[in-house]
């Protein structure tokens, strides 16, 4: 078992069933920070639907679970 970060997304506050694997934390948030952002220009909030990611500590499998780095 390896310890890595899930990726979670979540569109209007529901959990989408796609979930990414990463080595790392700092790449996980990366992705995290970047969807986040897509609601927003210049201070401005778009309108549309919420869209929104986490990072989580999970235990996975690195045989049957593909871990990105």
Known sequence: MLLVFMLTTFLDGQPQPDKFYWESIDRCQY???????????????????????????????????????
């Not at 992705?31 to 996975?60: D, H, I």
């Not at 499998?61 to 871990?67: A, G, L, R, S």
Request: a positive charge.
């Open 31 to 69: 992705f995290a920070r970047s969807l986040r952002r897509q609601n927003y220009w210049q201070s401005q909030k778009y309108n549309q639907p919420e869209v929104g990611a986490t990072c989580t500590p999970v235990m996975v499998n690195p045989e049957v679970t593909k871990v990105w780095r």
